[in-house]
């Protein structure tokens, strides 16, 4: 990076830091929860928002966003940013713990603040992540993060945001044990059903000892008790204080994972959501909303149209289902999450209105995060998380100019960028 850029971050970040008051000028504001502004002046006051459309008093900074568009900043719901670099090298991934019921585990303390993969996701307009942990049937906790901040602690803004489950299967392996490649290892048809029921047993069981915990432990009251960590995570969950998110694609699998919700009272979201748009009206009925992953996935049987997934979106706002887009939590999930407004756009272009697409990138993930109080929208009282691009959100040539976090301004250069720097100014052979 030239000396002349740091100088110019440095004190950029200095105005920042010095800056009470901040007043965002001439933009075209999406406030997401509201209408579209125009040339509407965003007041800012000690990262919060205070007041959009008429400022009232003074500030300490002034900025001119003249021809550029105000956004909320973009949230995913799904991810393994922090804890997983590059997915073929084991020591730099740290998704995966040990064993099938792990609700102690929590996903925030795991996370590498100094990961270059956060910068770029910065650059993409992406200003808040839930991650995730993977593995076994419950993975464990999921932490909401901001990306700005030198340590984990500065990083994590809800360390325990969701318990997730992964629901089992509910295709089963119609092969001949005659034609089978690895014949030690075929199951009938029958014994595949077991298997999945017995799991599903499992979960319940799970959940039940979880519950008997929490009654025997108000029991003793303020007397002796045997305090079990694992059971302790989950606490917030069988009280319903916290949502359950359950991982499912197929329909028969979100049919049973609603079910399961609905009987125990649960909060609950659909993470991945492949078929969901079958079960649209279920969904809305029990008022589960999805994590949608599958924009870009090939149908999944012969007799679907083409657009299937693009057009799944459209189907579940149709019927009431909140609809968040995120990459998910694959080899890819923590790279690609720049790329999660292309889904938005395809949707976008396959019936779903331009006002949802864009609240499936910023309010509607913060809903179901149980953060709409402060992200997710433009408005008085909400956080000064914002970004500013020369276009529109869904439109894929667009660039995200400025950034602020709480109101602070971020630099938005990454590895990206610096790489395209050295390699624009590389010596060239003389004609």
């Given at each position: 990076m030239k000396t002349s850029l740091?100088?110019?971050?440095?004190?950029?970040?200095?105005?920042?830091?010095?800056?009470?008051?901040?007043?965002?000028?001439?933009?075209?504001?999406?406030?997401?929860?509201g209408p579209v502004l125009t040339n509407a002046p965003v007041l800012v006051r000690d990262g919060r928002i205070v007041s959009v459309g008429a400022a009232t008093g003074g500030a300490d900074r002034v900025v001119d966003l003249q021809g550029?568009?105000?956004?909320?900043?973009?949230?995913?719901?799904?991810?393994v940013l922090g804890l997983q670099e590059i997915d073929a090298l084991r020591q730099s991934k740290d998704?995966?713990?040990?064993?099938?019921?792990?609700?102690?585990?929590?996903?925030?303390?795991?996370?590498?603040?100094?990961?270059?993969?956060i910068p770029v996701a910065r650059a993409g307009g992406y200003t808040h992540v839930q991650v995730v942990p993977l593995g076994g049937i419950v993975s464990g906790s999921s932490a909401v993060i901001r990306l700005r901040g030198w340590t984990i602690e500065d990083l994590t803004v809800e360390p325990r945001c969701a318990l997730h489950v992964r629901w089992p299967s509910f295709s089963v392996d119609t092969t001949p044990k005659e034609t089978a490649g690895n014949k030690d290892s075929w199951k009938s048809v029958e014994d595949q059903n077991k298997e999945r029921d017995k799991v599903l047993r499992r979960i319940d069981e799970f959940f039940d000892q979880a519950r008997a915990y929490d009654e025997a432990k108000k029991a003793a009251g303020t007397g002796p008790f045997q305090v079990v960590p694992a059971w302790e995570a989950m606490l917030p969950f069988v009280r319903r204080e916290r949502p359950?998110?359950?991982?499912?694609?197929?329909?028969?699998?979100?049919?049973?994972?609603?079910?399961?919700?609905?009987?125990?009272?649960?909060?609950?979201?659909?993470?991945?959501?492949?078929?969901a748009w079958r079960e649209a009206s279920l969904l809305a009925a029990n008022g589960v909303a999805v994590a949608y992953e599958h924009v870009?996935?090939?149908?999944?049987?012969?007799v679907d149209p083409y657009d299937v997934q693009f057009s799944a979106p459209a189907i579940l706002a149709a019927s009431g289902v909140t609809v968040a887009f995120t990459e998910?939590?694959?080899?890819?999930?923590?790279?690609?999450?720049?790329?999660?407004?292309h889904a938005a756009a395809q949707a976008r272009a396959f019936g779903l209105s331009h006002a949802e697409a864009v609240r499936g990138l910023t309010l509607y993930p913060a809903r179901i995060?149980?953060?709409?109080?402060?992200l997710g929208s433009i408005e008085a009282g909400r956080e000064a998380?914002?970004?500013?691009?020369?276009?529109?959100?869904l439109d894929i040539r667009s660039n995200v100019r400025r950034m602020w976090i709480a109101g602070e301004e971020m630099d938005l250069s990454s590895r990206h960028t610096r790489l395209n720097d050295r390699y624009r100014s590389r010596p060239r052979p003389t004609p």
């Open positions: 740091v100088a110019s971050l440095f004190l950029s970040c200095v105005a920042s830091l010095d800056a009470a008051s901040l007043l965002l000028k001439n933009a075209t504001v999406f406030t997401v929860s550029l568009r105000l956004f909320p900043g973009l949230i995913t719901p799904t991810s998704t995966t713990e040990v064993g099938e019921f792990t609700p102690d585990v929590a996903a925030w303390i795991a996370v590498n603040p100094d990961s270059e993969l359950v998110w359950v991982h499912a694609d197929e329909v028969r699998q979100i049919r049973s994972a609603v079910a399961w919700l609905s009987r125990r009272k649960f909060t609950g979201v659909i993470a991945g959501g492949r078929d870009f996935t090939q149908p999944p049987r012969d998910g939590t694959d080899r890819f999930g923590a790279s690609s999450i720049r790329n999660v407004p995060l149980g953060m709409a109080d402060r998380t914002l970004i500013a691009l020369d276009g529109d959100v």
